[in-house]
């Protein structure tokens, strides 16, 4: 992860403004990679953490959707050629969506370089876990332990 710490840094150096205008230009021209994608295939998540909106009063799993299988493929055309960096799973949870070893396999197609799985682990299986393994992804645990208990 050291390489993404390195990306981080040049973005925070180098700023906004002409500088980056042209920086961008010219990876747009050279066809490099240069997108950081952040997004959740769902929103849903399989715990209810006391902390975290999916607990609240109101909040019904049914209202929005898990993302279709062509919606993701149409995002994945749109962006991943582009993505240096992807992160699926910003708030909910993405092992929870019903179409994610199709979505993880369309991820890998695309050969974007760096892949984090931002996730619980608890709907972790057999065929994802090769998946992950298959396609380099990065599992992301952000929590530990004792903190899962109080929560």
């Not at 931002?118 to 004792?146: C, H, Q, W």
């Amino acid at each position: 992860m050291g390489k993404l710490t390195t990306y981080y840094k040049l973005y925070k150096f180098i700023g906004s403004g002409n500088l980056m205008r042209i920086l961008l230009d010219s990876v747009r021209i050279l066809k490099m990679r240069y997108l950081v994608v952040r997004f959740d295939p769902n929103w849903i998540c399989n715990l209810r953490c006391r902390m975290c909106y999916f607990s609240a009063e109101n909040y019904n799993s049914e209202m929005i959707q898990p993302m279709s299988t062509v919606l993701f493929d149409k995002i994945a055309s749109d962006l991943f050629p582009r993505t240096k960096i992807l992160f699926l799973g910003c708030g909910a949870e993405p092992l929870m969506s019903p179409k994610i070893t199709d979505h993880l396999d369309t991820v890998g197609k695309y050969g974007v370089p760096h892949v984090s799985i931002v996730s619980n682990g608890l709907r972790l299986s057999e065929k994802i876990i090769a998946m992950i393994n298959d396609n380099y992804f990065f599992p992301v645990t952000t929590i530990k332990i004792p903190v899962f208990h109080s929560i």
